[in-house]
């Protein structure tokens, strides 16, 4: 081993230590903690050994909440994408000056607290709110927009959807601009010029916001007992209730287990996209 090749490894041997402080070995714990049962005031009977969980968490009440999360986060990671694509490209197209402005705006959103943004919408959509009350005024309302499974499909795209307009204008800003006026030399459109060549060499970053907001999605609880008033119950709803309420730790795992399996379904395709893209772009 060279003393570049010990320099590096020295440089990386923090990050390393903290990956797998707070992610493998949790990970591993989680995994670990499924095969067990619950005690009998809670917590973890560790003289047992059981694949109950896993049978349980498969259960058709259990499988429908784990669905309705599904369908859930992928209905929040479409709307992200739609807004959050056109919003990049937008930024991309911009003057290099007010670029850093647009993307001063698009993240300002985290600059308040999680809690705080929520509870905005709650006073926005609520029957005597801001909204209800200008569709009122117009003869339009009001609407039941609070309390419902498109309150809390709104509440997670607008907090996530920051994160698909950063990843898509970082893969717009790598972009070669010779493909897109080789593109129009040949007589293709503009519209045709997106759609064969941004939009499958930028699938990297359309794929990471994906990801982003998929993930974040599918395992909130906040959103989904705020916006939803609790009557909307999501896998991180479930985990929560397992850990803190049912105490039935295991249980909990095994459904945690089963979202970080999902988790890396979604990372394992993200990276065929963005080797797929690299492919055609060398």
Do not use: H
């Not at 056109?86 to 809690?115: D, H, M, V």
């Not at 601009?177 to 990297?204: C, H, K, N, Q, V």
Request: proline share 5%; glycine share 8%; with cysteine.
């Amino acid at each position: 081993m060279t003393e570049a090749d010990r320099k590096s490894y020295l440089l990386m041997a923090p990050g390393l230590l903290w990956l797998v402080c707070l992610m493998v070995v949790p990970c591993l714990l989680i995994f670990g903690l499924m095969f067990f049962e619950r005690g009998t005031y809670g917590g973890i009977d560790w003289s047992i050994v059981t694949f109950e969980n896993v049978a349980r968490a498969f259960d058709p009440l259990y499988a429908t909440i784990l669905w309705d999360s599904l369908r859930i986060a992928s209905l929040a990671t479409i709307m992200a994408l739609l807004i959050g694509y056109p919003a990049a490209y937008a930024i991309s197209k911009a003057p290099e000056k007010a670029q850093t402005a647009l993307l001063f705006l698009a993240i300002l959103p985290f600059w308040t607290n999680y809690l705080i943004r929520t509870y905005a919408w709650i006073v926005l959509l609520n029957p005597a709110g801001l909204v209800n009350t200008a569709l009122a005024s117009v003869g339009l309302g009001p609407w039941p927009l609070l309390y419902n499974e498109f309150a809390v499909v709104l509440g997670l795209t607008y907090n996530y959807t920051p994160f698909v307009i950063l990843a898509i204008f970082a893969a717009l800003q790598r972009l070669d601009p010779s493909y897109a006026e080789a593109s129009r030399d040949l007589g293709a459109t503009a519209m045709t010029t997106f759609w064969r060549i941004t939009l499958p060499l930028t699938a990297p970053g359309v794929a990471a916001g994906a990801v982003f907001v998929f993930v974040l999605s599918i395992g909130n609880f906040i959103t989904p007992d705020l916006l939803g008033g609790g009557k909307l119950q999501m896998a991180g709803n479930l985990i929560y209730d397992q850990f803190l309420t049912a105490r039935d730790w295991p249980f909990g795992a095994t459904l945690s287990a089963i979202l970080i399996g999902v988790m890396l379904v979604l990372l394992f395709i993200q990276a065929l996209f963005s080797r797929r893209a690299l492919g055609e772009q060398s």
